[in-house]
């Protein structure tokens, strides 16, 4: 660390956090954690390497924690900061690995990202965790309060043993497997079925025919009843099926088998399981299968648009997007990608003009089934990260777009019709998430907000201008706010000058009741109006009033009956039973609203003996 290769950094680093080399030895060691992790993280991202939650991806993130750990608790680094050491290491490096430079704006949003949403994590981590250990008895943490730091703060398990073992503490582990077994027990009795063994009709394999057929006779292999959370069906495995049972993020699909309706497919043990609400009749005969042919073709719609819009984030925002995972339904799309910062309108806009253009191409369906995965890499196919594949694939390819699938797609781009995107958001780290709808739905949307801006134009006299029509209500209705304020308050110092001039002599105190109907926002409003009038007179005002049937008590009392010891909010607290309601309040002000009007009389007798 003393040579060429880390001395820049090392100063870099010091510069940033106000720290100087050589001057202690854990700050040292710090500064040696950070100016190594920086190299490995950026040069990971460079190869193509994100952050993660999975495998190698969690390994650079765990690096990338461990320096910002050392930065938090060493270097008092607060806010994210190792993203600004990028150009260091570029100017280091930048030469001899020019794929660093070229690089640059992918590798500091990323950094910066997972540093912000670490910190967040670790001050809250960290706070807990001194605490945990300030309070313990001994130098053994709870094994269950271990497991809520991960469980509910999110904080990392290895973080946590890591700085327990800094500090000299252990954690029972015992504690902790069985809060985590007691865990997965309540996840595992929530999905508990009550599953019937398993009626054999006769042996062998499903073939599925669905990418070619929605309608086919067959027959059953075998079938089982199920019971669920107080609901009854059948689980069906069939001969021969043109029913997509769910996977990939694409819903399973429905349809009848003879006399049944087929509510859902699923795919369990690698058997494609038809869910049916009941059994068909003549079980053992041959039955005709059927697709629900709408419904698929809406899922197609969706599934395709999913490979498009990869193809439009990879063109607009970048090759370093990846896709995380999708939710494919007939009504909508769900599609995740890694991306470190939020897209903009105008990326959005551009994501969503190029994926229609693409559509518009009408791109046919070009499809390799049982393709060597070896020879599908070479045809260029995009297969998800991480996703596990056979020796064989099917390769899906529209156009410029080829991908590794075994979902349901459309015959062409043209089916799709169009695509809008309804909302981007982020869902984790890292990791983007678009919303969107095709084909009818679009439709669907597009008469909804013209029937929504045909109504806008309705309310406002048909103004041909709408923008500039509603700026002008808008501009107006402030104006309205404005002047029923002013009105609001002339009417309020007119109450309470109209109060002052009916107070009463009451055992030494000016007192004002206030009875009958008023608006409970007159009452509310008033009363601090009346503070500053008798800063040295006992004054007291005395409120039981009614508005559209619901009762209303007030108390407001000047500073010298609070300094003589009443309490505005502890009285009212007490006379609010009368009424049927519960409020209070501060000492020289409190209100309580109620249900039995019947009661403010009894109310008022209560609060004005307390005045005595």
């Not at 009818?440 to 923008?467: I, S, T």
């Not at 609010?576 to 501060?586: E, F, L, V």
Request: with cysteine.
């Amino acid at each position: 660390y003393d040579t060429d290769v880390f001395q820049p950094m090392l100063h870099k680093i010091g510069e940033i956090c106000g720290c100087e080399y050589g001057k202690d030895e854990k700050t040292d060691i710090a500064m040696r954690v950070i100016a190594d992790h920086i190299r490995t993280i950026a040069f990971a991202i460079t190869d193509g390497q994100l952050p993660s939650n999975e495998k190698a991806g969690y390994v650079i993130r765990r690096i990338l924690r461990r320096a910002v750990r050392y930065g938090y608790t060493f270097l008092g680094q607060r806010e994210a900061f190792m993203y600004r050491l990028v150009p260091q290491l570029i100017e280091d490096m930048g030469d001899a690995y020019p794929e660093l430079r070229k690089q640059e704006q992918q590798i500091i949003p990323v950094i910066k990202s997972e540093e912000e949403a670490f910190l967040r994590t670790l001050d809250k981590g960290i706070t807990l965790l001194d605490k945990l250990m300030r309070e313990a008895k001994g130098k053994e943490i709870s094994g269950v309060d271990v497991f809520t730091l991960k469980d509910t703060y999110g904080f990392p398990l290895d973080l946590t043993e890591l700085i327990l073992r800094e500090n000299g503490f252990t954690t029972n582990e015992e504690e902790y497997n069985k809060a985590l077994e007691h865990q997965k027990e309540m996840g595992r009795s929530a999905n508990k079925h009550d599953l019937g063994d398993w009626v054999v009709l006769r042996e062998g394999d499903t073939e599925f025919v669905g990418y070619d057929t929605l309608e086919v006779e067959t027959q059953v292999l075998r079938y089982r009843k199920v019971s669920q959370k107080g609901k009854e069906f059948y689980q069906v495995v069939l001969a021969k099926t043109p029913f997509y049972a769910e996977m990939g993020g694409q819903v399973g699909d429905t349809g009848s088998l003879g006399t049944a309706r087929i509510i859902d497919t699923k795919r369990e043990n690698n058997l494609a399981v038809h869910i049916c609400t009941e059994l068909p009749d003549a079980i053992e005969q041959p039955l005709v299968a059927k697709v629900d042919a709408d419904r698929r073709q809406a899922i197609a719609c969706n599934h395709t648009c999913t490979h498009i819009l990869h193809y439009a984030l990879r063109t607009v925002l970048g090759q370093h997007v990846e896709q995380k995972g999708s939710l494919v339904t007939p009504d909508s799309l769900r599609f995740d990608f890694s991306h470190y910062q939020k897209v903009t309108p105008e990326e959005l806009r551009e994501v969503e003009r190029l994926a229609n253009q693409f559509i518009r191409m009408d791109y046919a369906l070009e499809e390799s089934r049982h393709t060597p995965i070896a020879k599908a890499r070479e045809m260029g196919a995009m297969a998800l990260f991480g996703e596990k594949y056979g020796d064989d694939v099917r390769v899906i390819k529209y156009g410029p777009s080829i991908e590794l699938c075994g979902g349901c797609h459309v015959s062409s781009t043209g089916r799709i019709g169009a695509v809008r995107i309804l909302m981007e958001t982020s869902v984790a780290a890292g990791v983007r998430r678009i919303e969107a709808v095709t084909a009818a739905k679009v439709d669907e949307l597009y008469f909804a907000q013209q029937d929504m801006l045909a109504n806008l134009r309705g309310l406002l006299n048909n103004a041909p201008d709408l923008a500039g029509a509603v700026q002008k209500a808008i501009s107006e209705n402030a104006g309205l706010k404005k002047e029923i304020e002013t009105y609001m308050v002339e009417k309020l110092e007119q109450f309470r000058d109209r109060l002052i001039e009916r107070a009463e002599d009451y055992n030494g105190i000016k007192l004002v009741r206030v009875q009958g109907e008023v608006q409970p926002d007159m009452v509310r409003g008033v009363l601090p109006l009346l503070r500053g009038r008798f800063t040295d007179v006992r004054f007291a005002v005395i409120g039981a009033t009614e508005w559209e049937g619901k009762p209303m008590i007030s108390v407001f009392l000047s500073q010298p009956l609070v300094d003589a010891g009443l309490h505005a909010g502890q009285m009212i607290k007490s006379a609010a039973k009368h009424i049927q309601g519960g409020g209070g309040g501060q000492a020289w002000m409190a209100t309580a609203g109620g249900r039995n009007a019947e009661g403010l009389q009894a109310a008022m007798e209560e609060l004005l003996t307390a005045l005595k």
